[in-house]
């Protein structure tokens, strides 16, 4: 059972920056991927940035050169550093953590969302 609390988002002027935080009930060395999503309005949720246990990173080309992906596994948190943001970057934001279980096979869990409003 893995339960993630995000926080660290809200309103900020375009060119400004979020750091968004994932903390995780469990530690995230047992969580195979973690992966911040986001769902602008009127739009698909998609994919922003997502990392291994192995620490390896990807990203949205959307957002590649400006979001950073990171993990302290000491403190159990993912974050999501957003630089030079635009309004198009407004978003619902979710923490995701997928966990391939020996017997249930892949297990997904997903933090509640947090709301980024980006200004013009």
């Known amino acids: 059972q893995v339960q993630l609390v995000e926080s660290g988002g809200g309103l900020v002027q375009a060119g400004g920056s979020l750091r968004l935080s994932c903390a995780a009930s469990?530690?995230?060395?047992?969580?195979?991927?973690m992966d911040w999503y986001r769902q602008i309005s009127g739009k698909q949720r998609e994919l922003v940035a997502t990392i291994t246990s192995g620490g390896s990173t990807n990203y949205a080309d959307s957002v590649k050169g400006r979001f950073t992906i990171s993990r302290d596994n000491a403190k159990g948190t993912v974050y999501l550093q957003m630089n030079s943001l635009k309004p198009e970057d407004t978003a619902v934001y979710y923490c995701?953590?997928?966990?391939?279980?020996?017997?249930?096979?892949?297990?997904?869990?997903w933090g509640k969302g947090t709301l980024d409003t980006v200004s013009s």
């Open positions: 995701h953590a997928e966990i391939w279980a020996p017997i249930a096979g892949t297990i997904d869990y």
């Open positions: 469990r530690s995230i060395l047992s969580i195979n991927v």
